[in-house]
């Protein structure tokens, strides 16, 4: 049994400290969720440019390019299993911070119907963008193009309409609960959301410009577009570090007058 609690709460008693298996900051447990993808994409980018840079940076155009796309970095041995290995790591996390979300904004709007109708929207998406994720991750471009790029673009999609979601959610919380904590989430949401949008809107048109006019540097440009679109994606994951400042992940086994 997984929850969620608050630190504030008073001491337990020696029979629920015992059944208390882990006990874990939520602040921690969504920097190191974050952390996994973060550290295994560095890694493959650094593998990729030093042992496999012409392989990783061959495109069909055959012009100058000096940065792999992500696909491209996560694609070969030993990168592969690398980014497999974090996202599917992170995976599980990932999906129970969507579980811990939906809660958090239940408890926020109670009987709203407009705003609990988003709130099931943003779940919905934070589903499919961490499902997108994992399908694109599984099945590089090497191995099945169509399944990844559609993978991709549910990714993509889902992880905008995720974003916008949350930021109009945070907006009616920070006008009614008075916290700096949640005024300084809402504003870097706000920020790495815009930051994010444009960052999709640079990679397709350098993107667009290669494919179409073959140019050198432009797919580097578009790889490092796509970059901080990750970086970016990450970051705004990382906010709930203010979110949840005073909360944690409890991970316990059931009473004894309750197992059957």
């Known amino acids: 049994m997984v929850l969620v609690t608050s630190m504030l709460q008073g001491p337990y008693g020696s029979l629920d400290r015992d059944r208390h298996l882990v006990r874990l900051p939520i602040t921690g447990f969504a920097v190191g ?15 990729s440019l030093m042992y496999h840079f012409e392989e990783a940076t061959y495109t069909h155009c055959k012009v100058t390019n ?41 408890s926020h709007f109670g009987t709203k119907l407009v705003e609990l ?17 994992l399908l694109l991750t599984y099945v590089s ?36 609960h008075i916290n700096s904590e949640e005024v300084t989430s809402y504003r870097w949401k706000v920020r790495l959301f815009i930051f994010n949008v444009a960052c999709c809107l640079a990679a397709a048109y350098f993107f667009r410009r290669h494919n179409k006019f073959c140019e050198g540097g432009f797919y580097t440009l578009f790889a490092l577009c796509e970059y901080l679109v990750v970086f970016s994606n990450m970051a705004f994951h990382m906010t709930a570090f203010w979110d949840f400042r005073s909360e944690e992940v409890t991970v316990a086994t059931p009473p004894e007058d309750k197992r059957y």
Request: glycine content about 6%; aromatic content about 12%; hydrophobic content about 50%.
């Open 141 to 176: 471009s090497t191995e099945t193009y169509v399944v990844h790029k559609n993978g991709f673009i549910a990714f993509i999609a889902s992880s905008l309409l995720h974003m916008l979601g949350t930021c109009r959610l945070w907006q009616v919380i920070q006008r009614f």
């Open 117 to 133: 109708g988003l709130c099931v929207l943003v779940l919905i998406c934070s589903l499919v963008e961490n499902s997108g994720l």
């Open 33 to 47: 969720t974050v952390l996994l993808p973060l550290g295994g994409l560095l890694v493959c980018l650094f593998i």
């Open 66 to 106: 000096y940065l792999p796309s992500i696909s491209a970095a996560i694609s070969r041995v030993p990168e592969r299993y690398i980014w497999r290995c974090c996202i599917g790591l992170h995976s599980a996390p990932r999906f129970l911070m969507s579980a811990v979300y939906f809660n958090f904004y239940r």
